[in-house]
């Protein structure tokens, strides 16, 4: 629906219909000394290409990912094709509302079937909802389920390779539940140790794969484990190593959730993004959030509507299966434009070109004196921790100077890591070229570290 | 008139004691509440696990039509000694027989008491108020 702005015609008309004489006699309920009586203290307003100027002027101050980024850590610059901003884009999408009335939506009913079926698909499991709203969430809401599955138990098994925006979100959403929550940490090698943690009071075992370091966790292990004691295994994934990785489904997992950000979606200072939530159809009376089916109208015709509505807060208020009671609908549409148009080969290429270019990194980078790669033993998707010899924040200093980003300084993110630890991701836009430039960036830096 | 060789909850439910077991169900005014007038209107019925032991007035699962879902409540305390899992996949037997072949649940009893229940007559007067 077009947005047309109302005239002072229009304005004097609504006026007059309700019986008000202009439009500051509509706030005479707000007392007379909190009202502004001057005009707010802003400049005036520029013409169009004056704006346009300053705005360019201050954004050319940015080290802007084009340029190169070896930034990684949850938010991923892969290339994102045409056609998703092309369909996204239809207004029919972008206004489309929450489809609870389904003889008015099928055209959104239908995107989210598809989005549905293509995340059960990539992840291996049976069921998929419509989206969360992003990874961490849906960690989280993968939690409460676990302990509605797994009723009585109150130890909640958290791997340390966590993303820590994860962690603290868990760590929100469970502060008023009544359980335990146990780490598990990561060894030398970059994985996580759960010897000893999962007992017969645990009802879940969280794991990320890749894990925050890049270091890719023994899955099969972790959900044999957890099945073992009795638990719930929730798998973390990134959608593109989904494109070469095992999937969780396959190694048994119950329940597997992720960020959807990489599918399509750009990384915008850190948002929005959807959550994936998919599970195995025993749970799915137990999944939070929206769920599409498709069904037959009246006629006899496939349609799609929105079912198990009775889990959500609307219908069961307080014993709800959670208090979603929505999804990133747009954003989500996006990861199914991505999924579709790259089809699972062409997620494998992606993921292939990613790999490829952090081996030829990590190559290089093994050769510098006086940088190690602590995890090279346990292998990794598209990012690694770089050991350097000086503080990684003054390598990032260096990358910068050299007209790229940086990795991630763990020092201030991760409690405990070493400061010299640098992560370092790479996609398919990566360049040779970028990588080779860093290489000699960060070589340029260990000759100037005296030896001692 | 209802079966009055049982007693009632408010909340719809019916239990049929004999010595220390207990046979608990639904009425068929809580079905055709549930339903728009289809034996098709009841789609899922969460029933617990046999040993589970539940006090009374505690919620023993739930029973979810196209329309709406209601909590299923203890009229007395016990253990769950047998589920009528031979309805799950057929929620239209509660349409036409909630009083013998719709039973839900058999319960070893740990309590024998509960104020809330009420007879037949009791029962009857108390819908026909509602409706």
């Given at each position: 629906m077009p947005f047309i702005q109302n005239t002072d015609a229009d304005r004097d008309e609504m006026l007059a219909a309700i019986g008000v004489r202009s439009i500051e006699d509509l706030f005479e309920q707000i007392p007379a000394d909190l009202r502004v009586k001057t005009p707010i203290d802003v400049p005036e307003g520029v013409s169009e290409n004056e704006l346009w100027a300053e705005l360019n002027e201050l954004a050319s101050w940015n080290s802007t990912a084009e340029k190169g980024t070896f930034l990684g850590a949850g938010l991923y610059r892969h290339y994102i094709p045409t056609v998703v901003d092309a369909l996204q884009g239809r207004q029919e999408f972008v206004t489309a509302y929450t489809p609870y009335q389904p003889e008015a939506s099928q055209g959104t009913l239908t995107a989210f079937f598809e989005f549905q079926s293509m995340v059960a698909d990539l992840t291996g499991m049976e069921v998929a909802n419509a989206s969360m709203y992003d990874g961490c969430s849906a960690v989280a809401e993968a939690v409460l389920m676990a302990t509605s599955l797994v009723r009585k138990r109150k130890r909640v098994v958290l791997s340390a390779g966590l993303h820590p925006h994860t962690l603290r979100t868990v760590q929100t959403y469970l502060s008023c539940c009544d359980l335990e929550i146990v780490m598990a940490p990561l060894g030398a090698d970059g994985r996580t140790q759960y010897d000893g943690l999962i007992d017969d009071s645990t009802c879940a075992v969280v794991v990320q794969q890749p894990n925050f370091l890049g270091v890719i966790e023994d899955q099969d292990a972790v959900a044999a484990s957890a099945k073992e004691g009795g638990a719930i295994s929730i798998a973390s994934i990134y959608p593109i190593a989904l494109g070469i990785l095992k999937s969780p489904g396959e190694s048994g997992f119950d329940i597997v959730v992720g960020d959807g950000q990489s599918l399509g979606v750009p990384m915008a200072m850190g948002g929005p993004s959807f959550g994936i939530f998919a599970t195995l159809q025993k749970n799915v009376r137990k999944m939070p959030g929206r769920i599409v089916g498709q069904t037959v109208d009246n006629q006899d015709r496939r349609g799609f509507a929105l079912t198990f509505q009775t889990r959500e807060q609307h219908i069961r208020r307080e014993k709800a299966t959670s208090n979603i009671c929505t999804n990133n609908a747009l954003m989500a549409l996006r990861g199914a434009i991505y999924m579709a148009a790259a089809g699972p080969e062409g997620l494998r290429e992606v993921a292939e070109h990613s790999l490829a270019k952090a081996q030829y990194a990590e190559a290089e980078l093994a050769k510098l004196e006086g940088f190690e790669l602590p995890h090279a033993a346990s292998g990794h998707f598209n990012e690694f921790v770089l050991r350097c010899p000086v503080p990684a924040k003054d390598v990032n200093r260096a990358i910068d100077a050299a007209g790229m980003i940086g990795g991630l300084a763990l020092g201030d993110h991760v409690p405990g890591a070493d400061e010299r630890d640098l992560l370092l991701a790479f996609t398919e836009l990566t360049t040779r070229e970028q990588i080779d430039r860093l290489v000699k960036t960060l070589s340029s830096l260990s000759q100037t570290v005296t030896v001692g | 008139m209802r079966p009055d060789d049982r007693k009632y909850l408010p909340s719809h439910e019916w239990i049929k004691v004999d010595g220390d077991i207990g046979i608990i169900g639904i009425t068929d005014f809580a079905v055709e509440e549930l339903s728009s007038g289809n034996d098709s209107d009841l789609v899922y019925c969460d029933l617990p696990e046999v040993d589970r032991v539940l006090?009374?007035?505690?919620?023993?699962?739930?029973?979810?039509?196209?329309?709406?879902?209601?909590?299923?409540?203890?009229?007395l305390g016990g253990e769950i000694l047998e589920v009528n899992t031979a309805i799950e996949d057929h929620l239209e037997i509660l349409a036409t027989d909630p009083w013998e072949?719709?039973?839900?649940?058999?319960?070893?009893?740990?309590?024998?008491?509960?104020?809330?229940?009420?007879?037949a007559a009791a029962y009857e007067a108390l819908i026909a108020q509602e409706a």
């Open positions: - | 006090e009374t007035g505690e919620t023993f699962g739930e029973i979810e039509s196209v329309k709406a879902v209601a909590d299923l409540n203890m009229p072949r719709g039973w839900l649940v058999k319960v070893k009893l740990s309590a024998k008491t509960n104020d809330d229940l009420i007879d």
